[in-house]
């Protein structure tokens, strides 16, 4: 499956934004998501995932203030962002997972594609 992360943008801290990631194919909804981000300078890690059941997991650092939800009809993930703050400023990046299992190591996962620029200015 082939995903396009979108939806970035500069905002100010307390800010919101909402990323999409959008796939190709018909059976979209057999797959998981899993958002990444990578930040100036740091490794990439996890965000967030949605199983195919709609059920969210969030890294600690966003849990409370990003959601994970998906519309199987448009093929696309969502990651709503509030209360954001500066040290959410990074590229990020989604992935598809074919099957209930899903790691929060990004070198599971290859094919990153060019991901989304948050930029969240204090």
């Known amino acids: 499956v082939q995903l396009q992360a979108s939806g970035g943008g500069l905002v100010q801290a307390g800010g919101s934004l909402r990323l999409s990631c959008v796939a190709s194919g018909r059976t979209f909804s057999r797959y998981g998501l899993v958002w990444f981000r990578q930040a100036p300078g740091k490794e990439r890690e996890f965000v967030a995932h949605i199983s195919r059941s709609s059920i969210g997991s969030y890294s600690e650092a966003v849990k409370g203030r990003f959601t994970a939800s998906r519309d199987n009809a448009k093929n696309t993930v969502y990651l709503q962002m509030n209360s954001l703050k500066p040290e959410d400023t990074a590229v990020y990046y989604c992935?598809?997972?074919?099957?209930?299992?899903?790691?929060?190591?990004?070198?599971?996962?290859?094919?990153w594609g060019q991901g989304t620029q948050v930029t969240v200015s204090s």
């Open positions: 992935q598809a997972v074919d099957s209930g299992v899903y790691s929060t190591d990004p070198s599971w996962y290859h094919n």
